[in-house]
């Protein structure tokens, strides 16, 4: 069954205020008649089976979850790459479970994006987290400097600077090690060329560790997708025990 | 320093002949004059210092090799999707280590490659094994059907065939409780909608063992990347062991 993204702004009662857009897509694109049922995530968790009614929608029954979102937030620092590759970025990693994205303006960071770009990150989260079958969408940061990133973040997390080159424990080990599920993770990610020495020792002062992801020599848009997968996976050993 | 690929058979003593596509491209685009030093790589992990010299080049140093090749070969299988999105999965999957990657004709595949399309990821892999500095360009093979590739493949390795939604053990969790690093490991990936349960029971024929990725909803061009992800973390693991 189609499935939108609704604000949970909004449901009134057991009514759905559709925007102009959603109506459109619902009965020009999808081709509902009246009484057509669709479903609706609001985003925060919520899974909604509804019916065209008229210009809105009438909500007939909240879902249980299908697919659960990982226990612990992940939260995903990035350093903006050249070009559009951030679009990638933002969809493999909704994917991937990531409940934040925090698009970091680092010392390399060759070009502050656009605000439609920004944009444009929102919408294709939202499409990712539709697609994947999530009930929560990630929430996309506006582009901000990585010092006021770093300065905002909350102490109590496991958090994990990714540096290429280095010989620094590699991310699984130092995540198999950890409790990993009582707390939030945090990942980040540096931009072509990496981190410059100024920035990995303020996230050694907000105390980070210093990962590998390995010996190879990944893109900038690969690394997160690699970091993100290795995060993902060491949850997922913790949540189901070796047989 | 500029890298380009040169396959083994234009090495000649201490000369390569360059292909005149090569030659335009150091001379031209990249303005090197006579004399002027760059690498070449033959794609069998060596890497070479040359020089130009008229219209060759001139060998001057075997060089060691500055990253390593992961030690078991990783194979992937893959079945086409849908679109151009296979580009993408060679060239991550190169930028990871893999050695071989197959790409299947599978019962869900609905259209099979123009052979300008194979060309192109050869193509694919040979940029990416220059760009992660790799000096092994992974093997493309042509698109075949699953049960022929399945038929030629050694029968001493560690194969894992990934299913969406289903519920075995994590690849991450049976990685761990192999040896790993003393076989050739093979991984199979699905197109979009999954493997058919014929195509389950013929991999188990050939003694695969069928894994999962975890509880998200991966799109065809994401779970290669997440699973080779995967593998080369079990891999460096067991080579740097935990401090």
Chains 1, 2 share one sequence.
Request: net charge negative; with cysteine.
């Amino acid at each position: 069954m189609q499935r939108i993204t609704i604000a949970p702004s909004q449901i009134n009662d057991n009514y759905i205020s559709l925007t102009p857009e959603q109506h459109h897509y619902l009965t020009r694109v999808l081709r509902l008649q009246t009484d057509g049922q669709f479903q609706a995530i609001d985003g925060t968790g919520q899974l909604y089976l509804c019916e065209i009614a008229a210009a809105n929608a009438q909500i007939i029954q909240l879902i249980t979850p299908l697919v659960g979102e990982l226990p612990p937030p992940i939260t995903l620092i990035c350093a903006l790459p050249k070009g559009n590759n951030f679009d990638d970025i933002v969809r493999a990693c909704t994917e991937l479970g990531v409940m934040t994205i925090l698009p970091a303006i680092s010392d390399r960071t060759l070009l502050v994006p656009s605000p439609q770009k920004y944009q444009r990150w929102c919408k294709i989260a939202q499409e990712a987290t539709e697609q994947s079958e999530r009930l929560t969408s990630p929430t996309v940061a506006e582009p901000r400097a990585l010092q006021r990133i770093l300065s905002e973040l909350p102490d109590r997390s496991y958090k994990y600077l990714c540096e290429a080159r280095g010989e620094h424990p590699h991310l699984l080990t130092c995540l198999q090690s950890s409790q990993l599920i009582d707390l939030p993770i945090i990942i980040a990610i540096g931009p072509e060329g990496g981190w410059t020495p100024a920035e990995i020792q303020l996230a050694l002062t907000h105390n980070f560790q210093l990962v590998s992801l390995g010996r190879q020599i990944l893109r900038t848009i690969t690394a997160p997708i690699v970091a993100l997968s290795i995060v993902t996976a060491a949850i997922e050993q913790i949540l189901v025990p070796k047989s």
